[in-house]
Every structure is written in structure tokens, then in C-alpha cells.
């Protein structure tokens, strides 16, 4: 007899295929105008899923891999993690994560006028701030 278990809708297979997708465009685009409207935020007008990779800049520096990351017209990009399991050090990857993405859309020389803004996007299974 198999026993098969069933996929959780938040694991990393059913997130990427649902949002990276070709052909699934609005539904990422719905997703994070959903929370850009509940934030108060502009909304995006078009969006298009990215490698999630942060490449290494230096032999000494971290991977970081997202679950997902999209780039909208106006160059703003998209950080989109989903994470059931409570780690303590989660808050400090996602803050890496998106420091690593701000800080690497500039190369030596460059204009600090060329950053455009990061938004993380962090749905969690747990409460991650105890405090609200």
C-alpha cells in the first residue's frame, strides 16, 4: 500500500510554480497589490519574476536565495518569502536579505539616484513580533 502525503499550499514547490509561472503574471501582480493596497502603497502596474539568487560579490559573502523575487516598471523590486518553521535568526536573514538586494543595485562609480526601493514581502506561519 503507498501512502502519499499531501503538498502544503506554502512549500516552496507550490509558491514557485504558482507565482513564477509563465503565464501566472497576475496572479503575482494580484498578490503584491494586494499588500501594497492594504499598506497604503502605490500599486505596481506590471511585474516580472527574477532569478531569486543575490550573487556572492565576494568569495567571503553569503548566498541568500528568496522564495521569490519580481521587479516592477518602475524598477522596484519585490522580496517574497513565505517560512512556516519559527527560527530564531529568521528577522535577521530577511533584513540581510533585503540589504543585500538593496546594496547590490549599485556597481563602483555609480549614482546613489539610480537605487530604487526593495519591499519585502513575509508571510509567516508564527507570530514573528510578539509585541503587536
Same mark, same amino acid.
Given at each position: 500500500?503507498?501512502?502519499?502525503?499531501? /503538498? =502544503? @499550499?506554502?512549500?516552496?514547490?507550490?509558491?514557485? !510554480? *504558482?507565482?513564477?509561472?509563465?503565464?501566472?503574471?497576475?496572479?503575482?501582480?494580484?498578490?503584491?497589490?494586494?499588500?501594497?493596497?492594504?499598506?497604503?502603497?502605490?500599486?505596481?502596474?506590471?511585474?516580472?519574476?527574477?532569478?531569486?539568487?543575490?550573487?556572492?560579490?565576494?568569495?567571503?559573502?553569503?548566498?541568500?536565495?528568496?522564495? /521569490? =523575487? @519580481?521587479?516592477?516598471?518602475?524598477?522596484?523590486? !519585490? *522580496?517574497?518569502?513565505?517560512?512556516?518553521?519559527?527560527?530564531?535568526?529568521?528577522?535577521?536573514?530577511?533584513?540581510?536579505?533585503?540589504?543585500?538586494?538593496?546594496?547590490?543595485?549599485?556597481?563602483?562609480?555609480?549614482?546613489?539616484?539610480?537605487?530604487?526601493?526593495?519591499?519585502?514581502?513575509?508571510?509567516?506561519?508564527?507570530?514573528?513580533?510578539?509585541?503587536?
Amino acid at each position: 500500500m503507498s501512502y502519499t502525503r499531501p /503538498i =502544503k @499550499a506554502t512549500s516552496d514547490t507550490v509558491v514557485h !510554480f *504558482l507565482f513564477t509561472s509563465k503565464g501566472n503574471e497576475d496572479i503575482l501582480l494580484g498578490f503584491i497589490n494586494a499588500v501594497l493596497a492594504d499598506a497604503g502603497m502605490p500599486l505596481a502596474r506590471k511585474v516580472w519574476p527574477k532569478t531569486p539568487f543575490n550573487p556572492k560579490t565576494f568569495v567571503t559573502d553569503k548566498n541568500t536565495v528568496m522564495d /521569490i =523575487k @519580481a521587479e516592477a516598471k518602475d524598477g522596484k523590486t !519585490f *522580496l517574497i518569502e513565505f517560512q512556516v518553521a519559527d527560527h530564531d535568526y529568521f528577522e535577521n536573514r530577511m533584513l540581510y536579505y533585503w540589504a543585500r538586494t538593496y546594496s547590490g543595485q549599485l556597481g563602483e562609480g555609480e549614482r546613489y539616484e539610480k537605487l530604487h526601493p526593495v519591499v519585502s514581502i513575509i508571510v509567516v506561519g508564527f507570530s514573528m513580533f510578539e509585541e503587536l
